[in-house]
T-cell receptor, first 118, second 111 residues
Framework: GAVVSQHPSWVICKSGTSVKIECRSL??????MFWYRQFPKQSLMLMAT?????????EQGVEKDKFLINHASLTLSTLTVTSAHPEDSSFYIC??????????????FGPGTRLTVL | DAKTTQPPSMDCAEGRAANLPCNHS???????VYWYRQIHSQGPQYIIH???NNETNEMASLIITEDRKSSTLILPHATLRDTAVYYC????????????FGKGTKLSVKP
């Protein structure tokens, strides 16, 4: 089946620093990737939709200047949390929508990245 | 996408079948029923999906009522590793939008 990886799996940073999270589709091309955030004991909430080669579309209430998304290739999207604060501590999950015949239009999820801001 | 309703939690004895219900009374004709699960601190994992016929794969079975207003995910022999939050999502296949997650059902498999 289609595999999506994320790196790093966990990160601890100081308040005010920036953190980059990578999301890769390993065996298929993904023109669309989604970034979700999940706080403890809550469900996944969509932050933004990323299309290869174009600007990301952010959900209401998500600051585009704080959560920078780059989708430069069909297999890689990055999320950069700029000037991180403790309230940004969360579980960040990416998802990629497949474009191959096997994975056409199905959505596959990465393992998630646990961000802790001190 | 149609809204779904699931019980917030369920318990199941190890080795027994786990039957997780989902109501989707406003489902439309072109919408599929998808099931995902999320084990603690991991990303969601696809389990199964169906339109109107019952479906079975190596992980689970999906039973959809004739009127398609509800469905049941069956894990035939639950193990401790099946403890997770299970999400029922209805969505038109090929939809360009993202998957929308509700609160799901927290299944606890007990020894």
């Amino acid at each position: 089946g289609a595999v999506v990886s994320q790196h790093p799996s966990w990160v601890i940073c100081k308040s005010g620093t920036s953190v980059k999270i990578e999301c890769r589709s390993l065996d298929f091309q993904a023109t669309t990737m989604f970034w979700y955030r999940q706080f403890p004991k809550q469900s996944l909430m969509l932050m933004a939709t990323s299309n290869e080669g174009s600007k990301a579309t952010y959900e209401q209430g998500v600051e585009k200047d704080k959560f920078l998304i780059n989708h430069a290739s069909l297999t890689l999207s990055t999320l950069t949390v700029t000037s991180a604060h403790p309230e940004d501590s969360s579980f960040y999950i990416c998802s990629a929508r497949g474009e191959t015949s096997e994975a056409y239009n199905e959505q596959f999820f990465g393992p998630g990245t646990r961000l802790t801001v001190l | 996408d149609a809204k779904t309703t699931q019980p917030p939690s369920m318990d199941c004895a190890e080795g027994r079948a786990a039957n997780l219900p989902c109501n989707h009374s406003t489902i439309s004709g072109n919408e599929y029923v998808y099931w995902y699960r999320q084990i603690h601190s991991q990303g969601p994992q696809y389990i199964i999906h169906g339109l109107k016929n019952n479906e079975t794969n190596e992980m689970a079975s999906l039973i959809i009522t004739e009127d398609r207003k509800s469905s049941t995910l069956i894990l035939p022999h639950a193990t401790l590793r099946d403890t997770a939050v299970y999400y029922c999502i209805v969505r038109a296949r090929g939809s360009q939008g993202n998957l929308i997650f509700g609160k799901g059902t927290k299944l606890s498999v007990k020894p």
